[in-house]
């Protein structure tokens, strides 16, 4: 199994950072898990069920793997976590671009093809699956909280092309509705930082994870 010491400190320090300003976060707020060793603890689980959807529920690894595979969305990983260890640039045009960037692979390419579908499948709680705190939680995060459906609002304003920068760039504006008239949901640099953080570790530990169980 992977190393993730150094994920679990940056995450462990996303998670003080958002201490008492937003309580509905998954995985931060949840009082089960050793907020120290939270990619390690994703890790765990996801070994687990990986293993048991391989050998005992194969048609998962089939949806997950179909019709781009897990290794291929590892090798577009890849680039994306060069980008993201490049840091903030201090150009502004390049900065924007790697905020898009960043969205793209957090909200539509890993969210919505492997988070939503493992919730769905995790979530009818065979037995099998049973004992899976870290994962279970993580999950929420496409789930129906109130921070899941903010990151959800986010991600249809996005992917529809109803979105734009604050005029001060100190957070996002988004459209989520499909036709007039239109909700508008603000998500600030927090919001956005706190979601990114999670969701790209989540990326990352998956597909490491899936490279060595599959």
């Not at 995450?11 to 309580?23: E, H, I, N, P, Y």
């Not at 671009?97 to 890993?110: E, G, N």
């Not at 709680?125 to 909280?145: D, H, Q, T």
């Not at 529809?160 to 509705?177: M, Q």
Request: hydrophobic share 40%; net charge neutral; glycine share 6%.
């Amino acid at each position: 199994m992977s190393n993730w010491r150094h994920l679990d400190r940056q995450l462990k320090s996303v998670a003080d950072a958002a201490t008492g300003t937003m309580v509905d976060v998954p995985v931060f707020r949840s009082p089960q898990l050793n907020q120290s060793a939270l990619a390690s603890g994703l890790d765990s689980d996801l070994h687990r069920t990986l293993r048991v959807a391989r050998l005992e529920w194969p048609t998962v690894v089939e949806e997950l793997n179909s019709p781009v595979t897990l290794r291929e969305r590892h090798d577009a990983l890849i680039a994306y976590h060069h980008l993201m260890e490049r840091g903030d640039f201090a150009d502004p045009v390049l900065q924007r671009a790697r905020i898009i960037t960043q969205l793209y692979f957090d909200l539509v390419y890993f969210r919505d093809r492997v988070m939503v579908l493992l919730r769905e499948k995790v979530g009818k709680r065979p037995p099998k699956f049973a004992g899976i705190p870290y994962l279970s939680e993580w999950l929420e995060l496409v789930g129906g909280g109130d921070f899941a459906g903010r990151i959800k609002s986010l991600r249809n304003g996005f992917a529809h092309g109803k979105w734009s920068f604050l005029p001060d760039f100190s957070g996002i504006a988004c459209y989520p509705g499909q036709q007039a008239p239109y909700t508008r949901c603000e998500l600030t640099q927090l919001d956005l930082g706190v979601a990114h953080a999670l969701l790209y570790a989540f990326q990352l530990v998956l597909l490491q994870t899936a490279s060595e169980e599959l």
